[in-house]
């Protein structure tokens, strides 16, 4: 082992080097045991001004803002004092997000489109945050925030038809299914692209101050995604210029098969992101509703007064898999989902209202009955406009249009060229049909 070089420097006897490689704390067959992990009690945690200066803060990237105690009861001094009306809405637009998600799913797997994507377990973090934004305030999130969406009562048809890659597709079968884009619904579109929505949303914010708008911005991305160097950049650019926007980090702890650690999970906090750059950052319970609304109106007023971003590290659970294409049984413990100490986000709002007597379990059963109608029926009218298992929806030549304003020669000469192909081919068949 001793090389020429190691002896004339007099180093043989230093030991060899070596990489530290993160191994999660559970594969399958194990029994999952998260006593480890310190979750402080609701009410802890506390709540300085939205003005505060980020260097008095700096311990909050430590804690963990929670508002529900066990309970289900909430604590000060971070309980938004929602009404009664709100917080059902709240808890409606959670419930519905799943059976969305529920009905889409099997969706996929009835061969009526090629992918989805759930959010189970994780509804809190776009539902409750868009709760506390304004309508007109744009979001820039990942592929797991069709709650945002949902919760800006957005229509679940025009959902569907994206995911369906269906004639009344507004992205004309052009995106991956549940890459949704809506300028109206003030909804970023989505890219595959892990972390390209961080600089953007920065960039954004960035054009609204610099025209004296009010808006704001707000990004979603996963924490497997803070390994990406755009997420770096826009951290930077947000904290030196005080933009007006809401960093959001989903720690759902995996990253399809990669786990927390590999992003430097193990090391420290997500939120501690934002120590090194001077930006404020909280620590938030995400599968904890009040929290999630509390942490997102405390940003947005810092926004919204000219204080700058807030990171925020929203600490949750991947309840299922990746995605459709995804079988988590192979590389984690199956039973985790049902240790994890911060318990189910719809479960824990619904017992929060039944506590204040304003819900119950039958009103909760029976509106589960009403939603999953909906989205049946729902999915039913977007069956109507055509399946993406049933080929191509739009017309064949709509590939090469929209992207510049006036089509340039060579294009119009493929496009040409593959009408033709097309004809020769498939003489009896119109652009439109299916291949
Ligand atoms: C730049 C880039 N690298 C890798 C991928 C492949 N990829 C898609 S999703 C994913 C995991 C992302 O995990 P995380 O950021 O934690 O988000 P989560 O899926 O947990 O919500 C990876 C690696 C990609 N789409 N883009
Ligand atoms: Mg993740």
Redesign the pocket.
């Given at each position: 082992m001793t090389s020429e070089v190691d002896s004339e420097s007099g180093r043989r006897n230093l030991p060899p080097l070596s990489l530290h490689i993160p191994e999660p704390h559970y594969r399958p067959g194990d029994v999952a045991d998260f006593s480890n992990i310190a979750i402080p009690a609701a009410g802890v945690t506390p709540r300085p001004d939205s003005a505060a200066a980020a260097a008095t803060m700096r311990d909050m990237v430590y804690g963990l803002v929670r508002v529900l105690d066990d309970d289900g009861k909430a604590v000060e001094p971070w309980d938004p004092r929602l009404t009664p009306e709100r917080l059902r809405a709240m808890l409606r637009a959670m419930a519905l997000t799943r059976a969305f998600d529920e009905r889409m799913f099997r969706a996929q797997r009835q061969g009526k489109t090629s992918f989805y994507?759930k959010s189970t377990g994780?509804e809190a973090v776009a539902v409750a945050a868009t709760f506390a934004l304004d309508r007109e305030d744009m979001c820039f999130p990942?592929?797991?925030q069709q709650g945002i969406l949902i919760a800006r009562d957005w229509s679940l048809v025009d959902m569907m038809n994206q995911i369906y890659s269906n004639k009344a597709d507004r992205l004309k079968g052009r995106q991956l299914p549940i890459m949704y884009s809506t300028r109206e619904g003030a909804f970023f579109s989505i890219s595959?692209?892990?972390?390209t929505q961080y600089p953007q949303a920065v960039g954004w914010a960035m054009a609204s101050a610099a025209k004296g708008d009010t808006k704001i911005a707000a990004t979603w991305?996963?924490?497997?995604?803070?390994a990406?160097g755009d997420f770096h950049s826009a951290c930077m650019f947000a904290t030196v210029y005080r933009a007006p926007v809401i960093l959001n980090v989903?720690?759902?702890q995996?990253?399809?098969s990669?786990f927390?650690g590999f992003?430097g999970g193990d090391e420290t906090t997500f939120a501690a992101r934002a120590v090194g750059y001077g930006m404020a950052g909280l620590r938030v319970d995400g599968n904890d509703p009040l929290a999630v609304y509390a942490a997102t109106a405390w940003a947005a007023e810092r926004a919204r007064t000219n204080h700058g971003p807030t990171l925020i590290e929203h600490f949750t659970y991947?309840a299922e898999g990746?995605s459709t294409s995804d079988d988590p049984s192979q590389y984690r413990s199956a039973d985790e989902g049902a240790h994890w100490p911060l318990g189910d986000p719809i479960a824990r709002l619904k017992t929060h209202l039944i506590g204040l007597g304003e819900w119950s379990d039958d009103r909760h059963a029976t509106q589960d009955l009403e939603l999953a109608e909906l989205v049946k029926a729902s999915a039913k009218e977007a069956e109507k406009n055509g399946i993406l298992g049933h080929g191509m929806h739009q017309p064949f030549e709509t590939m090469f249009e929209d992207v510049f304003e006036e089509m340039p020669w060579h294009l119009k000469e493929q496009s040409a060229q593959m009408a033709a192909e097309r004809t020769r081919k498939w003489p009896d068949k119109k652009s439109g049909d299916p291949v």
């Open positions: 994507m994780e990942s592929y797991r595959g692209n892990l972390a991305c996963g924490e497997g995604s803070t990406e989903v720690n759902n995996w990253a399809i990669s927390a992003a991947r990746h």
